[in-house]
């Protein structure tokens, strides 16, 4: 309704959340690097509604989307950049949601110059990243919420449980990219969000903002049933 979108409730005041979005690009020399398809929208909305649900945001990305004023922005470009500027700030932070989509591999040294098509094909070795939301999830703080997500092409509710538990996450968002108008570069997402006890919560074809309210509205239930069960354990 007309009042819902223009007063959205202020249920995240106070709270503290750490997005991260968009794809990361690791070099392989001056002029190239290894991406990824993520364009950073959903993310981005998840940061703009929590916002404005009264939140105090700080947004990883790597991305030049524009952000709203009070949005504290740190742009980078790498996984490694990734993995320690979402360290650093995520002890401070209630909510740490990780929908970027952060490269597995980067190739093992730049080159310093552009590499020549006259010193024939080149082969890029590539190593492991830092598994991010592992590394969130192995220091969760009590009562801190992690959020992974998941771009599954099959199997999207099998694999993204698998994720949930291996990271150490409070919910997953999956979407299965292999379906029209969903995921990486649409304006539009349909997903499933899946909680710590197996419960599903399907988020039917729509924009990635409404997609964003959804995803809130599950972690400010989590956010409550933590906050409780900490209490109860001292
Ligand atoms: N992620 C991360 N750091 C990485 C890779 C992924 O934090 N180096 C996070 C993403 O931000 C996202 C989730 O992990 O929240 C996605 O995991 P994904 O890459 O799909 O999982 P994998 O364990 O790599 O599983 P697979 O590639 O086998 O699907």
Redesign the pocket.
Known sequence: SELATSSPPQDFTGVKVLV?AGGTREPIDPVRFVGNRSSGKQGHAIAEEAAARGAEVTLVTTTDLPVPAGIERIRLDT?AELHRAVMAAAPRCQVVV???????FTPVAVATDKLKKRDGVPVVELVP?????ASLGASKAPGQVLV????ETSDVVA?ATD?LQ??NADLLVANDVGAPDVGFEHDTNEVLIIGRDGDQHHVPLAHKRDVARAVLDRITTVLHSVGRADEEQS
């Open positions: 991260s996984a990780m929908a970027a989509a952060v490269a597995d990243t830092v598994d991010v939301l992974g997500f998941a771009a694999n994720k291996r990271k």
